[in-house]
């Protein structure tokens, strides 16, 4: 069985760490580079790097901050924010992303997925989702619709749907991020996760409503997740990556240990 993984996500909006609610309330929370490496040296598997406003504000991410956090960590960094085009895949490769996720631009012009698989390896392009509940219907059946531009613009397209065009198409992973878990801290949408989970055969990663070490284990059990993302828990001091792996590994997850 392959080991799970701790991912942190960093979301940044111009050049600061932010955290928000349910995608709203956003707040400047500190220095991105200075968290990165706090988490690199307490043994964090992953790191996500979400520039949150890129999209929305209709520019490229910010790659001199990429640049800054790729100096100070080295475990795999994944990027995501404005990505529409292999030059801005590329670019986030040059500047130190190992994988790069696209959002907005994809579900937009779906190719795009493509594009990036053959220009820089499935491995390495992460489809990442917003996702809402909603009412089932012949639209969105799953009961959960995808949105676009950092929570804004509902698109009309079935979650568990685009998940499959997104694997078909060359994603070689997927990030659930449920909006309405989001900052919340009350746990993972397990029912969400799980669905996509045993529907693909790329990995999983669970994102939106950590608050305690039990969600983790429960979105990487319950919610047959590959990795579990957090943020608030981490960035406001609660818990150390050190203290939610060992608590994983302590509960039966198979974790990557840093003893």
Not at 37 to 45: F, K, N, Q, S
Not at 76 to 90: I, K, M, N
Not at 170 to 199: F, H, K, P, Q
């Amino acid at each position: 069985m392959l080991s799970k993984r701790l991912i942190a996500c960093l979301d940044v909006r111009d050049g600061k760490l932010a955290k928000s609610v349910k995608f709203v309330d956003t707040k400047d929370i500190g220095d991105p580079v200075e968290k990165a490496r706090e988490y690199y040296l307490d043994g964090l598997d992953e790191l996500v790097f979400y520039d949150i406003t890129a999209s929305s504000d209709k520019r490229s991410i910010m790659l001199d901050v990429v640049e800054a956090v790729a100096e100070q960590v080295f475990i795999p960094l994944s990027v995501g924010g404005g990505v529409r085009s292999v030059q801005d895949a590329t670019d986030l490769r040059l500047a130190g992303a190992e994988k790069i996720n696209v959002n907005s631009a994809a579900v937009q012009r779906p190719a795009l997925i493509a594009e990036c698989a053959e220009s820089i390896g499935n491995q390495n392009v992460v489809l990442s989702m917003d996702i809402r509940a909603v009412e089932r219907s012949e639209v969105c059946p799953s009961g959960y619709e995808i949105v676009i531009n950092g929570g804004r613009t509902p698109v009309g397209r079935d979650a568990l749907a685009w998940a499959l065009e997104g694997e078909r198409l060359g994603a070689g992973e997927l990030v659930v991020n449920s909006i309405d878990a989001d900052g919340t801290r009350d746990g993972y949408e397990l029912t969400l996760t799980r669905m996509i989970s045993e529907a693909v055969r790329i990995p999983v990663i669970a994102s939106g409503g950590a608050g305690t070490p039990d969600h983790l284990v429960d979105a990487l059990t319950t919610g047959k997740a590959d990795a579990a993302l957090v943020a608030s828990m981490v960035h406001y001091g609660d818990y150390r990556v050190s203290e939610l792996k060992r608590y994983l590994h302590e509960h039966g997850v198979k974790m990557r240990m840093h003893w």
